[in-house]
T-cell receptor, first 120, second 117 residues
Framework: AQTVTQSQPEMSVQEAETVTLSCTYD???????LFWYKQPPSRQMILVIRQEAYKQQNATENRFSVNFQKAAKSFSLKISDSQLGDTAMYFC?????????????????FGQGTILTVHP | GAVVSQHPSWVICKSGTSVKIECRSLDFQATTMFWYRQFPKQSLMLMAT?????????EQGVEKDKFLINHASLTLSTLTVTSAHPEDSSFYICSARSTGESSYEQYFGPGTRLTVT
């Protein structure tokens, strides 16, 4: 079974600064997907960024970028120019490839989450 | 696009009664829907995976007779908490994956807060 570990229960950063959230995972699969989700106080889950394991290039979405180290099974999220609206709980998640003929239907395994607070 | 709704957004029920939560994909067809449970400041715990027209697959430790899941159409899945007890109080979230094996993205509903008194 896959496991996802986020070792930082809480982080804080000053507005406009950069912060990195850590995530490690364990799997025997070669092909998979990794995600970072944001859950603000409204509790609506919002996709921040995704990475396909077969792609060597790190994914980037505006101020959000990842450092994907496949051999080390590490997937950290960097938030640049932090904004007050970035305050949320962040979850790292792992997904096996979808295999409708087998038992994988795109199930997500989440890490424990990191509460990020951006201070003005 | 890709909006998932949940109804109700919050519900209070008395111990021993049953409550149904609906999850709808509003602008796409969802082959697979997932139900999660989340306690305050904790992670999402997958309860079950439901595929349209077939029985749900429950995660280990989840009582299938207590948490009834029905995925009757490609746009609707329901979770019924039967004989609810205070320990069932939690935040329940559904997500939906669109049709097509290559579609790996899940779209999340806004969640339902259940309080059992």
């Amino acid at each position: 079974a896959q496991t996802v570990t986020q070792s930082q229960p809480e982080m804080s950063v000053q507005e406009a600064e950069t912060v990195t959230l850590s995530c490690t995972y364990d799997t025997s699969e070669n092909n998979y997907y990794l995600f970072w989700y944001k859950q603000p106080p409204s509790r609506q889950m919002i996709l921040v960024i995704r990475q396909e394991a077969y792609k060597q290039q790190n994914a980037t979405e505006n101020r959000f970028s990842v450092n994907f180290q496949k051999a080390a099974k590490s997937f950290s999220l960097k938030i640049s120019d932090s904004q007050l609206g970035d305050t949320a709980m962040y979850f790292c998640a792992f997904m096996n490839p979808i295999n409708a003929g087998g038992t994988s239907y795109g199930k997500l395994t989440f890490g424990q989450g990191t509460i990020l607070t951006v201070h003005p | 696009g890709a909006v998932v709704s949940q109804h109700p957004s919050w519900v209070i029920c008395k111990s021993g009664t049953s409550v149904k939560i609906e999850c709808r994909s509003l602008d796409f067809q969802a082959t697979t829907m997932f139900w999660y449970r989340q306690f305050p400041k904790q992670s999402l715990m997958l309860m079950a995976t439901s595929n349209e027209g077939s029985k749900a697959t429950y995660e280990q430790g989840v009582e299938k007779d207590k948490f009834l899941i029905n995925h009757a159409s490609l746009t609707l899945s329901t979770l019924t908490v039967t004989s609810a007890h205070p320990e069932d109080s939690s935040f329940y979230i559904c997500s939906a994956r669109s049709t097509g094996e290559s579609s790996y993205e899940q779209y999340f509903g806004p969640g339902t807060r259940l309080t059992v008194t």
